[in-house]
């Protein structure tokens, strides 16, 4: 089992560009939730995603931030038009059910220049 | 908004010394979580705590919950250089929805 997988691990973006980062759970896990990890703080929430379905955005800025979870393939976290602010450590986990334990990704390291 | 706060945020300790990081949150819950985090690394499950009373022990690292004080007690044994990392508590209000995470304490474990 490859564990939960998140690429790129470091992504470099000028300000008012594009950053896609990607998560595939551990197999046979459903539900999804990506979390940003400020310099020097604890992970905040940002939404909690099961196959084709957010289940909870309350974590995630109204504007330029997205997530699916297609039924086939990976869930993407979408931050348009990055700001300098945008760069954190952003990490994925995945559980097989609600109520369960996560199993985290080793995140993506996003840098606004 | 529940509210988790872990201290000392900072711990420096010598080899051989014992030493507690403390987990306060804001709301009833049975079910916290301990992981451990290395420099640029992800984030390592060390601890699952599901109910009153619970105490996990692993190695030098032993947690213990207390749901009715809404605390959680991380307790060091004879540490070792191998232990420094930053350490999060993190609470989950039984939503199924997401996990609150402490500030973290960075623990740096001297010779």
């Known amino acids: 089992n490859a564990g939960v997988m998140q690429n790129p691990r470091h992504l470099v973006r000028r300000r008012g560009q594009e950053a896609r980062l990607r998560c595939s759970p551990m197999?046979?896990?459903?539900?999804v939730y990506w979390y940003r990890q400020l310099p020097e703080e604890g992970l905040k929430f940002m939404v909690y995603?099961?196959?084709?379905?957010?289940?909870?955005e309350s974590g995630m800025p109204k504007e330029r931030f997205s997530a699916e979870f297609p039924k086939e393939g990976p869930s993407i976290l979408r931050i348009q038009q990055v700001v300098r602010g945008d760069s954190a450590a952003y990490f994925c986990?995945?559980?097989?059910?609600?109520?369960?334990?996560?199993?985290f990704g080793s995140g993506t390291r996003l840098t606004v220049v | 908004e529940l509210k988790v706060e872990q201290n000392p945020l900072f711990l420096s300790m010598q080899e051989g010394k014992n030493y507690t990081i403390y987990c306060n949150y804001s709301t009833t819950s049975d079910r916290l979580y301990w992981y451990r985090q290395d420099p640029g690394k992800s984030l390592e499950s060390l601890f699952v705590l599901l109910s009153n009373g619970a105490v996990k022990q692993e190695g030098r690292l032993m947690a213990s919950l207390d749901t009715k004080a809404r605390l959680s007690t991380l307790h060091i044994t004879a540490a070792v250089h191998d232990l420094s990392a930053t350490y999060f508590c993190a609470v989950d209000p039984n939503t199924g929805n997401q996990f609150y995470f402490g500030t973290g304490t960075s623990l740096t474990v001297i010779p």
């Open positions: 995603l099961q196959k084709e379905n957010i289940i909870d």
């Open positions: 986990a995945s559980s097989p059910l609600v109520n369960y334990g996560y199993t």
């Open positions: 197999k046979g896990h459903s539900h």
